[in-house]
């Protein structure tokens, strides 16, 4: 009986050529080991695996340990149904695709920015703000980001 897939299987068999070919490029040889283990990731055969060992009564710590993983982060990678499972990774792609500078078109300062130009700690803009002597508003932007705003007077 086959477990991997035919992609996977392709993979697998290109970097045994490459690891069997003395003279082989190293970047090829790179590459052939990224191909494999994307193509592992997305294998049907490794969710299939941990199916059939939880259901024959191994823990997520004892799946987690043959992963090489923690069990917290087995058991967010596999436990569930194949919809939560899914769910689950396009949430994650959802994050991980969103910038992680903080856009410098934004109107007004932040904290940080107002405290130095007012020279005064981030504590004291928060309690200006708090107590109404400095104007702020939260911009939020199209990806769901949230930034606090500060307008000192000009």
Known sequence: ??????????ALQRLAALNADEGADPLEVLRGIRALQNALETDAATLASVRAAVTAGAGWDDVAEA?????????WRWLGTDAEIAARLAAGRKRSAR???VPTDLPGLSVAEAAARLGVTASAIYLQVSRGTLESREV???????????????
């Open 1 to 10: 009986m086959t477990h991997l897939d035919p992609d996977t299987a392709i």
């Open 67 to 75: 992963a090489g993983l923690k069990a917290a982060a087995a058991r």
């Open 99 to 101: 910038p992680s500078s």
């Open 140 to 154: 939020t932007l199209p990806d769901g980001r949230t930034y606090k705003r500060v307008f000192p007077p000009s």
